[in-house]
């Protein structure tokens, strides 16, 4: 599914040479090293304000702290995503409220949030998935008419514009990011960032990044420990000027699986959502594509959707192909949230796509090769 040493072999000396400069330094936790890389992470992302923290959850969790929200208070999020996007919800004893996603790009739909608002809604989590935006005109727009506050979960969608072609991240009260090595712009470990172009937002996290003190031992607020490591910030930093022409091989083997699942006659245009003879694949669409933006979808993730998806996934699997499911249960189906009263048809897209979809390797590195021989080994099993 993913392989990072390819990665790691073509960068080895730039990233060698980074991780025995932190270690003789001793500078092990934030530093001159992480001051850099928020320093070079605003001028990437083009934000004001960034503060790296020690992970994407935790970045969710800060964000969440840095708008104070309080038990009992409600946090509306779809219900198909990677699971701290809720978890941190909980974890703040407040209440996560679910919402229908887009059958298209798996992102919220902003139609089902107007009817989700109460006096106790606090903020839209909207969760860029799988590398390209969801609708943010509209979200920000519900969300200034009811006075909630946006948190852009962007873990997934590092340097993804918006069809105006600002950064995500940079579009909400606050973007949150995730560093874990399997993004596209990785870490050695874990590690995170949180953005935004409030200045008193800015210095919030800060202090909530360390224990809420300021000066040190000095605490008016309780914060926690999400401090990010020297060791990563290296990694990244060195990393960072790489990833636009990553960015770009993704965005070519995307192309790549898109022309040769039409060829094998297993799709015949992206964002279909209907199953017929001529159509067994549906094929992921980016949706802002041909507005001239160079990342309109950046492709964490290259995600199909197949009838018969598991045995599918048994057959890609007996060839040596990894694949992965993102994600198999929806929020509302999670055994942990039964106390919300959801039930299953509740969200018939997020359930279809839980059912349906798999994720193809999509990494840089990938060869042409690779690429048409996954497509046969799918064809293979679909065509029987």
Excluded at 195 to 201: A, F, K, S
Aim: some cysteine.
């Amino acid at each position: 599914m993913l392989d990072l040493k390819a990665q790691y072999k073509a960068i080895k000396n730039e990233i060698d040479a980074a991780l025995i400069r932190t270690a003789e330094s001793q500078g092990m936790i934030l530093g001159p090293e992480v001051e850099l890389l928020e320093k070079n992470l605003c001028e990437y992302l083009q934000c004001k304000y960034a503060v790296g923290v020690s992970s994407g959850t935790d970045a969710l969790l800060i964000a969440l702290m840095g708008i104070d929200l309080k038990p009992g208070d409600e946090v509306i999020l779809p219900t198909y995503s990677f699971f701290a996007t809720a978890g941190v919800v909980s974890r703040m004893n407040a209440k996560p409220v679910f919402a229908e996603v887009d059958p298209v790009t798996f992102n919220i739909h902003p139609g089902s949030l107007k009817k989700l608002i109460t006096k106790n809604t606090k903020a839209i989590v909207p969760v860029h998935l799988y590398g390209q935006s969801a609708e943010m005109d509209e979200i920000m727009s519900i969300a200034n008419e009811h006075g909630l506050k946006v948190i852009e979960d962007a873990a997934q969608a590092i340097g993804t514009q918006y069809k105006d072609g600002r950064r995500l991240g940079n579009i909400g009260h606050i973007g949150c990011f995730s560093f874990y090595p399997s993004k596209n712009l990785g870490c050695f470990g874990d590690g995170g960032l949180v953005t935004t172009n409030d200045p008193e937002l800015a210095e919030r996290l800060k202090i909530l990044r360390v224990h809420g003190g300021k000066p040190k031992y000095y605490h008016k607020i309780i914060g926690g420990n999400f401090r990010l490591d020297a060791i990563q910030a290296a990694v990244l930093n060195v990393k960072l000027p790489h990833l636009d022409s990553w960015t770009k091989g993704r965005q070519h083997n995307a192309s790549l699986y898109t022309k040769f699942f039409i060829e094998a006659g297993l799709a015949e245009e992206t964002g279909r959502l209907d199953y017929d003879g001529k159509n067994k694949v549906l094929l992921p669409k980016a949706v802002y594509s041909g507005m001239g933006l160079s990342h309109d979808h950046i492709y964490n993730q290259y995600v199909i959707r197949a009838e018969g998806r598991d045995e599918l996934r048994k057959h890609l699997t007996s060839k040596e192909i990894g694949t992965e499911i993102y994600y198999p249960v929806p929020f509302h189906m999670q055994e942990c949230f039964a106390y919300l009263g959801y039930k299953k048809g509740d969200f018939p897209v997020s359930e279809w796509c839980a059912n349906d979809s798999l994720a193809l390797p999509i990494y840089p590195e990938l060869s042409e090769e690779q690429i048409r021989y996954t497509v046969e080994t799918v064809a293979e099993h679909l065509n029987k």
